[in-house]
């Protein structure tokens, strides 16, 4: 069989322990109608499919199924897609062998052979003696394009077919016939259907058998010990011990397939008997609990494994009993009377005086950090768990504290018994023989170091958990509330945990397959453990290839108090790569590394009113940082220090923002400066006043930032204030026009269109309302409405599709709109929660220009292309205006903003 096919089992898998999911995938293939065949079905086989109907099942699979269709992909399904038209060919021969297996089961049997073999047996029955008789010419006319050979074997014949697209292998004996691509699988069959030694005499398959629905789509049997035959084969050694549960899970679990346009259900019974050890039976007493551990885990998560434990003494004893069944009990025993004599630790005494009815295992994906192991236990009392942990700290020893992580200074410390988890809970948690714990909500968080329970804690504090992910959060409606037992996998994300627990040529195929893995969003597996032997089991998997991106940020740096503003990039002239420069709400300044490291911080009296510039003052390729606050300009090297004489006192209030100008790019600047005098003051990078400058006066103040452009090989330094008068000067600040019309007020900001004289030469803003004005340099007044607005709307103009005409861009409340030059709505966006007053374009090239803004209230950030669609990956969270750069020099983009108004975010770009 295609080493394609093993892909899907095993993945799913090796996160799942007892899971029994690897099977899922191969069984919805192939639908097998007969009698009842049993006897013939090797006894080796670690699921089997049966379905009552073949003929239908497989109609319904191939009649839109996105499951089966995706997986048709894979160089396997072409082989399946084989073996069941072959057999679909084999029933229509005979009406009345087609009629007959309507209403009689036939079995796929899925076998591990050889080293790293995947081999299948497909078995029918036939109606009677003298159908058994003519089989060979049955197979001959419904095996068209196939030659044949035969030889006799015991009771009955092995026919060999082949064909240009492979070889496969028939046998009929006493009225069965058999499919397989394995020869010695079909001698084996043949042998036991003449030993009489079946699955019909295992007690664990006859019991789940009698559970299974008739009107399903197809039954399917697993068997976790010889499931765990084939997980071992590609499992890294290390994962073993983690995979030897599934020897003594539990025995068979049957359980009814349904299907969905786009997901795969699977309900029934895990059979677990009282005479040997099955690890299921621990959980029994246990009263199923609703899953509550989602609100803590991060967005993050990969997979998690939830127990419920409703009696904490009865699960001690219980996991005594299973232990002694293995003869490992003494081990244990020893074990925890040996951390008593160091510690004082008991596991009754201690962790049964705090633990709450839950205990999760998960793999989460710490920003920065990879993979790790987490464990989650929830608590009856955060202060007597912290109390009964710290008690068993020896003296000596103060344990490993940090700061407070963040604002809610959650300490964290090293958990003082080395092996308390494992001891206590068993192997699963065999990560976590030193570890270190912290204490959110009313859970404590075990963790090997002490950045993953950082950013756990940090997750939690912010919203961005595994419930609040839309992905998630639909994801499970489709569980039980009540589980007594909960396996779940984000399958999209999987993709470097399967490989970090696969080895050979196994990660390899993963990562060949890992866009076949992203079309589906999850996977989850439950168990209800009753006082009987049989235990409610359910599977569910959906096929979702358009589910949001899960975003886990590169870093997250806590600043010293809220901030609000958006992050400016600077470029680091030693890396050549971007550094962020920002205010917080106390007017304190930082310089932040592109690994999220502060490099300075320091006091300003008030806030920043201009955009962060950089310059060459001293000429010798080191950067400055330029801005002004509404008293004193501003000029900082990279360390934060004052490049002398800055700061320099402004001769009044500064209305608006400093602007640098480098004319002649020679790093001979000039910054423009307007200030409550109604003058517009202009520095050279010495901190001295222009000599020449005449001084611009203007009627009202200034808001808007100064401009400037060239017509004609000669400047135009632009000025507008607020009321709408233009003035426009030479570079010594002497009137180089005069302009009559005015712009429609207040004018916050304008937009500078150049063209090749006067006349195509505008400046473009609007007013409270709404209305576009522009305004040509040979004093042209145009004036455009577009829409009524409630309030005076954001505004951008700009070429966003790079066809050199610009376009409008407004954008209120809950609605972006954006029309072209002819006035036509050139694209509109309705966001869910209003959206901040922050609008911005970011231009990736010449024709890949897209709009962003913030909705705060609702964490999130929106970055739509020209065709007004959400760019890949977005919204992404976010509640601050953000910034979007090449923060090492390379190729990748990072997007900067503010979580929870405290920390700074670094995300990859998708």
């Known amino acids: 069989m295609s080493k394609r096919l093993k892909i899907v089992f095993i993945v799913l898998g090796i996160i799942i322990l007892g899971g029994g999911i690897t099977t899922f995938l191969y069984l919805r293939s192939l639908k097998a109608p007969s009698r009842d065949a049993l006897e013939a079905v090797p006894t080796g086989a670690f699921c089997i499919v049966s379905s009552n109907d073949f003929q239908d099942g497989w109609k319904q699979l191939n009649q839109g199924n996105m499951i089966w269709s995706a997986l048709t992909e894979t160089e396997w399904a072409d082989k399946v897609r084989h073996v069941a038209a072959l057999s679909d060919s084999l029933i229509n021969t005979n009406e009345n062998i087609k009629e007959f297996l309507e209403e009689n089961p036939g079995y796929l049997s899925i076998h591990c052979t050889g080293t790293d073999q995947l081999n299948y047996v497909f078995t029918l029955s036939l109606p009677g003696k003298s159908y058994s008789d003519q089989a060979s010419e049955f197979i001959r006319n419904g095996a068209k394009g196939h030659t044949f050979t035969e030889q006799p074997y015991i009771n009955g014949i092995i026919s060999t077919g082949k064909s240009a697209t492979g070889k496969f292998y028939i046998s009929v004996c006493e009225g069965i016939v058999q499919i397989s691509d394995n020869e010695e699988l079909l001698r084996a069959a043949i042998d036991q259907l003449n030993k009489r030694n079946s699955l019909l005499n295992d007690k664990g398959f006859v019991a789940v058998r009698k559970t299974a629905g008739e009107k399903s789509v197809a039954n399917v049997y697993v068997h976790y010990g010889k499931l765990l035959v084939l997980l071992k084969r590609h499992a890294t050694r290390e994962f073993h011990n983690k995979l030897d549960i599934l020897n003594s899970f539990g025995g068979w679990t049957e359980t009814d397939m349904n299907l969905r346009p786009n997901a795969v259900m699977l309900n029934g019974y895990t059979y677990a008997s009282d005479s040997t050890a099955n690890w299921l039976n621990i959980f029994r007493g246990q009263q199923s609990q609703p899953l509550e551990a989602d609100a803590v885990l991060p967005s993050g998560t990969i997979a998690y494994t939830d127990f419920s434990i409703s009696n904490f003494s009865a699960f001690l004893s219980a996991y005594d009993s299973y232990l002694n069944k293995l003869g490992e009990g003494d081990e244990r025993r020893d074990r925890l009377a040996q951390l008593n004599t160091n510690y004082g630790y008991s596991p009754e005494e201690h962790i049964g005086s705090w633990i709450g009815n839950e205990v999760v295992k998960a793999e989460v994906n710490i920003p920065g950090e990879g993979l790790k192991p987490v464990a989650v236990i929830s608590t009856v009392s955060t202060s007597r768990t912290r109390e009964k942990l710290e008690s068993l700290r020896p003296q000596r020893d103060t344990g490993a504290v940090t700061a407070p992580l963040d604002s809610t200074g959650i300490p964290v410390r090293s958990v003082p ?292 452009t060239i017509v004609q090989n000669k400047d135009y330094v632009v000025i507008v204030d607020k009321a709408g008068k233009t003035v426009i000067t030479d570079r010594q600040g002497a009137t180089r026009l005069t302009l009559k019309e005015n712009l429609g007020s207040p004018v916050k900001r304008f937009y500078l269109e150049p063209g090749k004289d006067l006349a195509r030469t505008r400046i473009v803003s609007i007013d409270s309302l709404g209305n576009v004005y522009r305004l040509s340099f040979n004093d042209e007044l145009e004036r455009f409405h577009f829409l009524d607005f409630n309030e005076t709307p954001q505004f951008e103009y700009t070429d966003i599709n790079g066809d050199g005409n610009m376009e409008y861009i407004f954008l209120t409340g809950d609605k972006l709109t954006v029309f072209n030059q002819d006035k036509l709505t050139a694209m509109s966006f309705g966001f869910e929660s209003p959206a901040q007053p922050w609008l911005q374009t970011f231009r990736f090239g010449d024709n890949d220009v897209r709009i962003g803004t913030v909705c705060s209230s609702a964490n999130e950030l929106h970055l739509l292309n020209k065709g007004g669609a959400e760019s890949e990956g977005f919204p992404m969270p976010g509640q601050t205006p953000f910034s979007i750069g090449r923060l090492n020099g390379g190729s990748e983009l990072t997007i900067i903003c503010g979580i929870n108004r405290r920390y700074l975010s670094a995300y990859s770009m998708p």
């Open 417 to 708: 018994v080395p092996e308390m988890l494992p001891a206590t809970f068993g192997e699963m948690f065999s990560e976590f023989r030193e570890c270190y714990y912290g204490i959110t909500s009313h859970y404590v968080i075990f963790a090997t170091d002490i950045n993953t329970i950082r950013s756990f804690i940090i997750s939690a504090e912010f919203g961005r958990t595994l419930r609040k992910d839309r992905n998630y959060e639909d994801f499970a409606t489709n569980m039980a509330k009540d589980a007594s037992l909960t396996f779940y996998v984000s399958v999209a994300r999987s993709t470097d945990l399967l490989t970090a627990r696969t080895e050979g040529g196994l990660s390899a195929d993963i990562r060949h397959h890992q866009d076949l893995l992203k079309k589906f969003d999850g996977v989850t597996l439950q168990y209800n453990i009753g006082e009987s032997n049989l235990h409610y089991t359910n599977m569910f998997l959906r096929h979702n290839p358009q589910s949001k991106k899960n975003v886990a940020s590169l870093w997250e740096t806590q600043l010293d108090t809220t901030f609000s503003g958006k992050p400016s990039l600077l470029i680091n002239h030693n890396t050549k790569g971007l550094d962020i420069f920002i205010q917080d709400d106390v007017n304190r300044i930082y310089l932040i590394s592109s690994t999220g490291n502060i490099f300075w911080k320091r006091e300003l009296n008030t806030p920043i009113i201009s955009n962060i510039q950089q310059v060459d003052a001293l000429k010798n390729g080191k950067l400055q940082i330029v801005f002004n606050t509404a008293d004193s300009l501003f000029v900082l090297d990279r360390n934060g220090n004052n490049l002398a004489p800055f700061p320099v006192k402004l001769p009044d209030r500064a209305t608006n923002g400093v602007h640098v100008f480098d004319y002649e790019n020679n790093k001979e600047y000039r910054m423009l400066v307007a200030c409550a005098d109604h003058k517009v003051y202009n520095y050279n990078i010495k901190g001295e006043k222009v000599e020449g400058w005449k001084i611009p006066q203007t009627e009202n103040d200034v808001i808007a930032e100064v401009g400037h």
